[in-house]
């Protein structure tokens, strides 16, 4: 009787005693920075897989949260690009597996039966064990004169755009993008506008309008604001983002 009792005892307090003594090795490990690095040990061990010992894992000279910073792989020697690496060949490259905080070393982080790069492909969440759709966003700087879009946390592109010249500016704030035409005509302009997206009403994202006789406008005023109001974008980034923007994304304009 008092070995059963004393059987009991243990199965039900290890579980316990077992959870504890986890939270607590991850709680220290997520205060400490055993190499002073800016990288917390557990931020390391998991997340990372850098030394928690050396402020440099690879050795370059570099430490590894400058390296992090500025998009580089802390564990290559060579100046390599975190999204030219994919560690696990699982199809998403390293730095998209850091913004979406999937796993650089498991190619199936949810454990969903569906890899990492198949999933970011299809436009749904690595990191969620859910059939949940990552949001597609477009992004236009008018200071900056760019334009970068986004499925989720990751930046798939950038480009130089034409915006609003002074008189006739592009609206800054939150749309969506309303209706889509592969080229559509400017009664107020008298012009063509090829992969035409519109926004609030009269305003769209196009390529470079062209002219009834043909004249086409030049790549010089890319980077320069123009336009009566619309976004403007060179040829191939134009019909790029068309193909992959649906009607309905969200489109945030800021100066
Ligand atoms: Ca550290
Ligand atoms: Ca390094
Ligand atoms: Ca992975
Ligand atoms: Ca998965």
Known sequence: MKIFFSILLIILLFPIGAKAVCDCLS???????TDNDGLNDSQELYFYYTSRESADSDGDGYDDRTELINGYSPHFTNKARLIDYDQDRDGLNDGYELALKTDLRNSDSDEDGHSDGLEFTN???PANKEAVKLEKRIEVNLTAQRLRYFLGPVKINEFT??????VTPTPSGEFTIEKKSERAWSEMAGL?????????????????????DGTKEGTNHLGVPVSHG??????????????????????????
Do not use: Q
């Not at 709680?27 to 920075?33: R, S």
């Not at 755009?161 to 002074?166: D, E, F, I, W």
């Open 27 to 33: 709680n220290d490990f997520d205060l400490m920075d």
């Open 123 to 125: 436009g749904y969440d």
């Open 161 to 166: 755009v034409s915006s609003g010249k002074a």
């Open 192 to 212: 063509w506008m090829p992969w035409w997206m519109s926004f609030n009403g009269v305003y769209a994202i196009h390529e470079l309008p062209e002219w009834p």
């Open 230 to 255: 619309c976004i403007r974008l060179g040829i191939g980034p134009a019909k790029l983002l068309y193909d992959w923007t649906p009607i309905g994304t969200k489109l945030i304009v800021s100066r």
